[in-house]
């Protein structure tokens, strides 16, 4: 492609209107920032420089990402970091066409460090209020479980949280579950699903990343999800396929991810074009965008040159985002609207 082509059709792709809907707020932490917030807070990392920090982002499956990804979030302690952080991201995102985005956050890491579960709202909510204000974009919060942890322990901080719903009405619409995967089969946390669903919370679950196609049976049967978070192991079992289709289950799928942690070798292997080209809805999103290298256009790039997507593709799987979005009717339809006119389809 030449280079002033090659320039227009990232602008293009840039302007659709897109939502991201698997974005761990953890996983926004760049390295500048986790060395301003250890200078901030007086703590120490065990790297010598940001250069240090990229060097040691070299995974070999999720645990071992898991594991400094954990340990680089012990840098949030304020109400301002969790604040910095998200506002850092949803500035990135609005550059990437971003107009909507459902941010999962992991409270266990946090209040397991002695921090206030309000700390961690309250820096997160003014970040996303400011966005709404400032750049027009919407976002929510997905109070995510540690999978790894017991189901008490998720009780536990979803009793802690519920205290803080009403001030975080606007912005708290639902629950996560993410996590090492394998062997945290989700019947795990049956229970506490269950709960939230009374409670009148969305569900989505992170199933089929690491872990086999029954894990994905178990989000959708046991938990009762209304999304799978990846999902891309799905296509192993061809009767599930054919539901998660049928039933248009959206797959929050993450391909820039699945390739830094080994779930795929080679993006040109990756099924997500299968997938799309058989019916489901795939969105792209960008899992946790410091560590694996890119934002939610990135992903969208990366895949598109790997498997040779279409514009009408491309568009395609920005109108999935929109519609597999928590979004109330009249914003989605409002946002697809937008979509049409960028993508010259109205
Ligand atoms: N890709 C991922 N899978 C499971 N848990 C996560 N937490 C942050 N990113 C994750
Ligand atoms: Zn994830």
């Known amino acids: 492609m030449a280079a002033s082509s090659e320039h227009e059709w990232r602008d293009w792709l840039r302007a659709l209107p897109k939502a991201e809907l698997h974005l761990h707020i953890e996983g926004t932490l760049e390295p500048e920032l986790m060395f301003e917030l250890s200078r901030r807070n007086g703590i120490t990392l065990p790297y010598a420089d940001v250069q240090a920090v990229r060097d040691a982002y070299r995974f070999t499956d999720l645990q071992s990402f898991l594991d400094l990804y954990y340990a680089g979030a012990g840098v949030l302690?304020?109400?301002?970091?969790?604040?910095?952080?998200?506002?850092?991201?949803?500035?990135?995102?609005?550059?990437?066409?971003?107009?909507?985005?459902?941010?999962?956050?992991?409270?266990?890491?946090?209040?397991?460090?002695?921090?206030?579960?309000?700390?961690?709202?309250?820096?997160?909510?003014?970040?996303?209020?400011?966005?709404?204000?400032?750049?027009?974009?919407?976002?929510?919060?997905?109070?995510?479980?540690?999978?790894h942890l017991s189901e008490d322990d998720a009780f536990a901080t979803l009793e802690a949280a519920l205290p803080l719903r009403e001030t975080y009405a606007d912005l708290w619409i639902g629950i996560g579950l993410d996590s090492s995967e394998r062997g945290n089969p989700p019947e795990k946390?049956?229970?506490?699903?269950?709960?939230?669903?009374?409670?009148?919370?969305?569900?989505?679950?992170?199933?089929?990343?690491?872990?086999?196609?029954?894990?994905?049976?178990?989000?959708?049967?046991?938990?009762?999800?209304?999304?799978?978070?990846?999902?891309?192991?799905?296509?192993?079992?061809?009767?599930?396929?054919?539901?998660?289709?049928?039933?248009?289950?959206?797959?929050?799928?993450?391909?820039?991810?699945?390739?830094?942690?080994?779930?795929?070798?080679?993006?040109?292997?990756?099924?997500?074009?299968?997938?799309?080209?058989?019916?489901a809805l795939v969105t792209l999103n960008s899992d946790d965008p410091a560590y694996f290298g890119g934002y939610v256009l990135d992903n969208y790039i990366a895949s598109a040159e790997a498997l040779d997507l279409s514009r009408d593709e491309l568009v395609t799987l920005a109108a999935n985002s929109l519609k597999a979005s928590f979004l109330p009717p009249a914003g989605r339809h409002a946002l697809l609207d937008r979509l049409w006119a960028a993508a010259g389809r109205d």
């Open 77 to 147: 302690v304020t109400e301002q970091d969790f604040y910095d952080l998200a506002a850092a991201y949803l500035r990135r995102a609005h550059a990437d066409g971003v107009v909507h985005a459902e941010i999962m956050f992991d409270p266990q890491t946090h209040t397991a460090r002695g921090i206030a579960l309000d700390t961690v709202f309250a820096g997160l909510a003014r970040a996303l209020r400011e966005a709404r204000d400032t750049l027009g974009m919407s976002s929510c919060l997905l109070l995510s479980f540690l999978r």
């Open 189 to 279: 946390f049956a229970r506490i699903y269950a709960r939230c669903a009374q409670l009148g919370f969305r569900l989505v679950a992170h199933a089929g990343e690491e872990g086999p196609p029954e894990y994905v049976r178990g989000a959708l049967d046991t938990l009762k999800v209304a999304r799978i978070d990846h999902g891309v192991r799905s296509s192993e079992d061809p009767a599930l396929l054919q539901e998660i289709i049928r039933r248009q289950v959206p797959l929050t799928v993450c391909p820039l991810s699945n390739l830094k942690l080994g779930v795929v070798h080679d993006l040109r292997e990756h099924n997500l074009a299968r997938l799309l080209r058989a019916g």
